[in-house]
């Protein structure tokens, strides 16, 4: 009898054990293709267990504790819940609104980073409006001419609607008839203003276009980078290294009717019957470019370290200007909020780095082999680390004290490709020997002038 006592008294310890472990609830809601991906990532994760989306999606969706839906609509977050969308991710994904945000935080910092070096020039130009605002003067101002411009829609996606001019005073007047022809309409069917700007296709975004790329073996490319926000309040962000998409088309500077040789957009690269023959070269990992750069452009390391230090800046401006923006809204501080975003970059023939957009979905699925290990090994490090912030959100500011570059360093092997950007808890900028640096030119400038 006090064998099986001891028995049944250990079965209840191992059962308690059991129990006691939990392991952490996932919802998701996406396309077929990334479905499969991302649930069977957490399906064969110990760290992760995925609640179906089924039926009972409400019943599951309590029980979250991450949350991975395009979007909530009626639904509530409980107090335990993270979401992997940002209230105000519009103002980076909108082509218009990441404009004015940039301009915005440059202004802020006295321009010691000019806005410029981090997006091309860019005007914001509305056709429903029946004049021309100042931003709009400025675009189509004497300055200006002689330079190439791209065009495209601020709503924007997979390169739709994108074009080149590269006669600014021909595109005035494409652009003054368009103006007066809305404006006609609307009086005619007795529309508001405020009714025409809404719409997508009336708001333009005209960017100066780098016309001396750096070229791969004769073609464009860009970068498809990964800007991880672990928390908006306080706000940490990361990087994480991406991959090089390139057109199928060699760069042709003369001829601007095919736009596959300037835009790199996969879904526009894939619509040509040529597509599939080139498809296996038009991705390239960092590491090759690396080693492109080095041995058949004649680079120096340090030119291509300088290269990673432009492009760590140019993220990490897009970060602060970010946390700038939301200063202004007293409800991030209740959001337990995370994201990844998909950053496009541009290279000059200079190396220097630009952003092009900001994806707030960025597409996990892509068949590429190595393309798809490198997006799992992303996805991955950034649910590690997230893991750890839902471990100590009851304490999550003293959790952020210790997040530092070194604390990157001594972490495992998927982590360390995450690189601390902005860390609002310690002060941390990648960006602020940069500032410094300026700052401290600014001042000497001024006391040899005295």
Same mark, same amino acid.
């Given at each position: 009898?006090?064998?099986?006592?001891?028995?049944?008294?250990?079965?209840?310890?191992?059962?308690?054990?059991?129990?006691?472990?939990?392991?952490?609830?996932?919802?998701?809601?996406?396309?077929?293709?990334?479905?499969?991906?991302?649930?069977?990532?957490?399906?064969?994760?110990?760290?992760?267990?995925?609640?179906?989306?089924?039926?009972?999606?409400?019943?599951?969706?309590?029980?979250?504790?991450?949350?991975?839906?395009?979007?909530?609509?009626?639904?509530?977050?409980?107090?335990?819940?993270?979401?992997?969308?940002?209230?105000?991710?519009?103002?980076?994904?909108?082509?218009? !609104?990441?404009?004015?945000?940039?301009?915005?935080?440059?202004?802020?910092?006295?321009?010691?980073?000019?806005?410029?070096?981090?997006?091309?020039?860019?005007?914001?130009?509305?056709?429903?409006?029946?004049?021309?605002?100042?931003?709009?003067?400025?675009?189509?101002?004497?300055?200006?001419?002689?330079?190439?411009?791209?065009?495209?829609?601020?709503?924007?996606?997979?390169?739709?609607?994108?074009?080149?001019?590269?006669?600014?005073d021909k595109f005035y007047e494409e652009v003054d008839n368009k103006k007066s022809n809305l404006y006609s309409q609307r009086h005619q069917s007795n529309q508001s203003d405020e009714d025409d700007e809404k719409k997508e296709a009336t708001q333009l975004i005209v960017q100066r276009y780098i016309d001396n790329p750096f070229l791969i073996n004769g073609k464009k490319f860009d970068i498809r980078c990964y800007l991880y926000v672990s928390s908006y309040e306080p706000f940490v962000s990361f990087y994480y290294p991406g991959y090089l998409r390139k057109s199928i088309y060699d760069y042709d500077k003369e001829n601007y009717?095919?736009?596959?040789?300037?835009?790199?957009?996969?879904?526009?690269?894939?619509?040509?019957?040529?597509?599939?023959?080139?498809?296996?070269?038009?991705?390239?990992?960092?590491?090759?470019?690396?080693?492109?750069?080095?041995?058949?452009?004649?680079?120096?390391?340090?030119?291509?370290?300088?290269?990673?230090?432009?492009?760590?800046?140019?993220?990490?401006?897009?970060?602060?200007?970010?946390?700038?923006?939301?200063?202004?809204?007293?409800? !991030?501080?209740?959001?337990?909020?995370?994201?990844?975003?998909?950053?496009?970059?541009?290279?000059?023939?200079?190396?220097?780095?630009?952003?092009?957009?900001?994806?707030?979905?960025?597409?996990?699925?892509?068949?590429?082999?190595?393309?798809?290990?490198?997006?799992?090994?992303?996805?991955?490090?950034?649910?590690?680390?997230?893991?750890?912030?839902?471990?100590?959100?009851?304490?999550?500011?003293?959790?952020?004290?210790?997040?530092?570059?070194?604390?990157?360093?001594?972490?495992?092997?998927?982590?360390?490709?995450?690189?601390?950007?902005?860390?609002?808890?310690?002060?941390?900028?990648?960006?602020?020997?940069?500032?410094?640096?300026?700052?401290?030119?600014?001042?000497?400038?001024?006391?040899?002038?005295?």
């Amino acid at each position: 009898m006090q064998k099986l006592f001891l028995s049944l008294l250990v079965l209840f310890l191992i059962l308690q054990c059991c129990c006691c472990y939990k392991k952490k609830a996932f919802v998701y809601q996406m396309n077929k293709k990334m479905n499969e991906r991302i649930s069977n990532y957490f399906l064969n994760s110990d760290e992760w267990e995925l609640l179906d989306n089924s039926d009972r999606e409400k019943i599951n969706m309590k029980y979250a504790d991450l949350i991975w839906k395009a979007k909530l609509k009626e639904y509530v977050l409980q107090p335990h819940q993270w979401w992997n969308h940002s209230p105000h991710q519009w103002s980076l994904n909108n082509k218009g !609104r990441l404009v004015s945000l940039l301009r915005k935080y440059s202004d802020k910092i006295n321009n010691l980073i000019e806005y410029t070096e981090i997006l091309p020039e860019s005007y914001r130009v509305y056709l429903s409006r029946s004049y021309f605002s100042d931003e709009e003067k400025q675009l189509f101002s004497e300055k200006n001419r002689g330079k190439t411009w791209i065009v495209k829609p601020m709503g924007g996606r997979r390169g739709e609607g994108i074009y080149i001019v590269d006669d600014l005073d021909k595109f005035y007047e494409e652009v003054d008839n368009k103006k007066s022809n809305l404006y006609s309409q609307r009086h005619q069917s007795n529309q508001s203003d405020e009714d025409d700007e809404k719409k997508e296709a009336t708001q333009l975004i005209v960017q100066r276009y780098i016309d001396n790329p750096f070229l791969i073996n004769g073609k464009k490319f860009d970068i498809r980078c990964y800007l991880y926000v672990s928390s908006y309040e306080p706000f940490v962000s990361f990087y994480y290294p991406g991959y090089l998409r390139k057109s199928i088309y060699d760069y042709d500077k003369e001829n601007y009717t095919n736009m596959l040789s300037h835009l790199v957009n996969v879904s526009l690269q894939k619509q040509d019957p040529n597509y599939q023959n080139e498809a296996k070269d038009s991705l390239w990992m960092m590491e090759q470019f690396k080693e492109y750069v080095l041995q058949q452009k004649n680079y120096t390391e340090e030119d291509y370290q300088n290269f990673e230090k432009n492009l760590l800046k140019v993220l990490t401006f897009i970060s602060e200007a970010f946390v700038n923006y939301q200063e202004n809204d007293p409800s !991030r501080e209740n959001q337990k909020r995370y994201q990844v975003f998909g950053a496009d970059i541009a290279v000059d023939e200079n190396l220097n780095p630009y952003i092009l957009e900001v994806n707030i979905d960025p597409q996990l699925d892509n068949p590429h082999e190595q393309v798809t290990d490198l997006q799992l090994k992303m996805l991955e490090a950034c649910q590690s680390f997230q893991g750890k912030v839902l471990d100590n959100q009851e304490n999550l500011r003293e959790f952020y004290q210790q997040i530092d570059p070194e604390y990157l360093k001594n972490q495992d092997s998927l982590q360390k490709n995450l690189i601390l950007l902005y860390n609002s808890v310690t002060g941390y900028s990648y960006n602020y020997s940069i500032l410094q640096e300026r700052l401290q030119k600014i001042l000497q400038q001024k006391i040899e002038e005295l």
